[in-house]
């Protein structure tokens, strides 16, 4: 690692989750247009991977992450579910409004993934191509589904998952904050929690560096791992910006 380009992160812990976050330009950029949201107080993280080129990408990303870090405390997991939602859709509002106010085609738009934990149930939000994964009873489930040109035609039955991996066309995303869509809709999982579930949650920088069963064994390996799974992927030479926040659900209430 480069030491003009330090590796960002935090780890923190509530009496309910232990969670982890990293982010790095990469092994090949000099700037980083993602950011994170590690709030184990409130049972809220996320990651957002900005686009757009000019640093238009770090703006909206920057954006989306700063008004996530600002839900207040206190609210029960259905307001909370509503907050976010809320705050991403302003987010997609105001991108769209300063793009617009730019001109020249400007684009500020950004990726987002969320994870919301509160009784004892998650909520999954996303938009876009970054993901979220859940580790449970040794078992890595992809939880969110790429908004991509490329996962359409694999959905599609055009290419296979292999060949979408190395596809060209691997960074055109179908869905974003601040994307040309004038409603933004945001795909949503769910589910119960359970003690030892280990969430990841990351930029394509990491997802397609990083094979799945590296993924798995360093998520598994360490209940702060987003430090170690930064570092793989810059190992590997990762030509994008990577972002990881991993969340281990403790015992306990939650």
């Not at 859940?134 to 890595?140: D, I, K, T, V, Y």
């Not at 990881?244 to 659900?249: D, K, L």
Request: aromatic fraction near 4%; proline fraction near 2%; include cysteine.
């Amino acid at each position: 690692m480069s030491p003009a380009q330090p590796l960002t992160q935090s780890v923190l812990s509530t009496g309910s989750f232990r969670s982890s976050a990293a982010t790095h330009p990469g092994a090949v950029r000099d700037h980083n247009e993602d950011s994170f949201v590690n709030r184990p107080d409130l049972g809220l993280w996320a990651v957002a991977d900005g686009a757009g080129g000019h640093q238009s990408g770090e703006v909206a990303a920057s954006l989306v992450a700063d008004t996530l870090r600002a839900v207040p405390t206190g609210l029960t997991s259905a307001q909370l579910l509503a907050e976010t939602r809320l705050r991403i859709a302003a987010a997609h509002r105001r991108l769209q409004e300063e793009a617009l106010r730019r001109g020249n085609n400007d684009i500020l738009a950004t990726t987002v993934v969320a994870l919301l934990a509160r009784g004892d149930h998650y909520a999954c939000l996303w938009a876009g191509d970054s993901r979220a994964y859940l580790l449970r009873g040794g078992a890595l489930i992809q939880l969110s589904h790429d908004h991509s040109f490329v996962q359409e035609l694999v959905d599609a039955g055009e290419i296979t998952p292999a060949e979408a991996a190395r596809d060209l066309r691997a960074n055109i995303i179908t869905r974003a904050v601040g994307g040309r869509e004038e409603t933004l809709t945001l795909d949503k999982a769910t589910n119960r929690l359970h003690a030892g579930d280990r969430f990841l949650l990351c930029s394509d920088g990491v997802s397609k560096t990083l094979a799945e069963d590296e993924i798995h064994r360093l998520l598994a390996a360490d209940d702060a791992a987003a430090a170690n799974l930064i570092e793989a992927a810059l190992a590997a030479q990762a030509d994008d910006n990577v972002t990881a926040v991993t969340i281990e659900v403790l015992g306990g209430t939650y």
